[in-house]
């Protein structure tokens, strides 16, 4: 139940963040609102470390392998720029819909091929059909 809960929370506050950094970007820039997300969310991490009294040192992170696995925050800027352009050139409702849905196909190939250290699961066909039942929602909603 716990994950459900932090699963919508996620949900809810990805669309806020979308909406705020699109605004944000309105009024200063694309480059200049991504940096601010990422400096913020790089100073409340370093607060959040400091109080939680995290037993590792930052230089654990470097005994990361494979090495690519360090690419999150390339990614997340990347992925704040993306979410900024899609919300501004499709609207809240149907960018957060196509993003993800995006997300769900991206996260179910990742298992089906056991990427990136995933342990690999078996293929299913109700969930091709569900992520099809998916797809024409978002062609629906947009009509």
Known sequence: MWGWILAMVSGALMSIQGVFNTE???QSGIWTAAGFVQLTA???????????????????????????MLLGGVMGALITYTVIRSMDNLGPAMAVMIIVITQLL???????????????VGFEWKKALGMA???????MFKR
């Open 106 to 120: 991206a996260a179910y190939l990742i298992e089906v091929f056991g990427l990136f250290g995933v342990e690999k």
């Open 42 to 68: 790089f100073l409340f991490c370093a607060a959040a470390w400091l109080i939680s009294g995290q037993e590792n040192g930052i230089s654990a992170i470097w005994q990361t392998e494979p090495k690519y």
């Open 133 to 139: 039942v998916a797809i024409v929602g978002v062609w």
């Open 24 to 26: 944000v970007t309105k």
